[in-house]
């Protein structure tokens, strides 16, 4: 028997929504997430965008010329609190590429209440650690789900 393979989240109006659930490892000592503990839920939102548009990292690094990504730039706006049990939201649009760099809005959602957002940036990366531009793979499955048309 094979157990089911976990959601990958569905894509509604451009944005792609990932449910998440709140766990005790997620909180302090209140039942409050900690502060870090949203940056792995916005990972997550954008590690299971590009699984529903049919890209994942194993994949990536297996390509003939292997890549990677890394956040350069991240901005996070705390609104309310999430707690333990919570059943959350990532809503995640990747907004512009440009070169190596892709521009990605979040936001996590509470009953569609605002959480919490995150502006961030992230580039393509060689295995080393340089930057590169996306491969073609990637390319095409990212660019028909871009927010801003022409990116």
Same mark, same amino acid.
């Given at each position: 028997m094979t157990g089911q393979a976990p959601s990958s989240g569905r894509f509604e109006a451009g944005e792609h /929504? *990932?449910?998440?659930? $709140?766990?005790?490892?997620? !909180?302090?000592? !209140?039942? $409050?997430?900690?502060?870090?503990g949203y940056l792995r839920f916005f990972e997550r939102g954008r590690t299971e965008f590009l699984r529903a548009a049919g890209v994942d990292h194993r994949t990536l690094l297996e390509l003939p010329d292997p890549c990677a990504f890394t956040v350069t730039? *991240? !901005? +996070?706006q705390y609104r309310r609190p999430a707690r333990v049990d919570d059943a959350l939201d990532v809503r995640t $649009?990747?907004?512009? *590429? #440009?070169? $190596? #760099?892709?521009?990605i809005s979040q936001r996590l959602t509470r009953d569609m209440e605002l959480?919490?957002?995150?502006?961030?940036?992230?580039?393509? +990366? !060689?295995?080393?650690?340089?930057? #590169?531009?996306?491969?073609?793979? *990637?390319l095409? #499955? /990212?660019r028909p789900l871009l927010?801003?048309?022409g990116s």
């Open positions: /929504i *990932l449910p998440v659930r $709140v766990y005790y490892e997620d !909180t302090d000592f !209140t039942g $409050v997430v900690y502060h870090a730039k *991240l !901005t +996070i $649009v990747y907004r512009r *590429l #440009r070169g $190596v #760099r892709m521009e959480l919490a957002e995150a502006e961030v940036e992230v580039i393509c +990366i !060689t295995p080393q650690g340089r930057p #590169r531009r996306p491969p073609p793979e *990637l095409d #499955r /990212i927010a801003e048309a």
